[in-house]
């Protein structure tokens, strides 16, 4: 029974000790690799998702338009082919089309228009644009890019 226990309190202590993958970075990257053969990178990279099924699209041009006006660098689009028409892409951003709507269907709270922040080859920061504080959301991001 001692050994049991003790055999118990060293697999918890050994399981703790371990430094859980981050799921969303893992989910995202898998996403990635499984659809585009792609990556993420190293360097800092910002995607945007629009959602296929759900979400605003007037919310997707806003925050479109809020980082042309920003100029925010490093950016891949990841969007609906039918989506691509109704956006004002006129820029060099990459753009990944989602066929499936596979990634609104993810668990990284990409339902609604999203900013996936990474860096070192991790997710740093996921936010979600909800039509009711759009603005303010897309302006306190941007601020705390800029402090960084």
Do not use: W
Not at 27 to 51: C, G, M, N, W
Not at 74 to 82: A, G, Q, R, W
Not at 115 to 124: G, H, M, N, P, V
């Amino acid at each position: 029974m001692k050994f049991t226990t003790l055999l118990s309190v060293i697999i918890v202590i050994s399981l703790s000790a371990c430094k859980q993958p981050n799921k969303q970075t893992k989910i995202f990257s898998d996403y990635l690799e499984r659809t585009y053969q792609k990556e993420i990178p190293e360097a800092e990279h910002t995607y945007v998702s629009f959602p296929k099924n759900v979400g605003c699209l007037g919310c997707g041009v806003h925050t479109f338009n809020f980082l042309l006006a920003n100029q925010f660098p490093n950016v891949t689009l990841i969007c609906n082919e039918s989506q691509i028409g109704q956006l004002p892409i006129k820029s060099t951003y990459e753009i990944l089309v989602d066929s499936n709507a596979e990634l609104e269907q993810l668990n990284l709270n990409t339902q609604n228009v999203a900013i996936l922040e990474t860096s070192d080859r991790q997710i740093k920061r996921i936010v979600s644009i909800q039509a009711d504080n759009i603005d303010s959301t897309l302006n306190a991001y941007f601020l705390r890019r800029k402090k960084n």
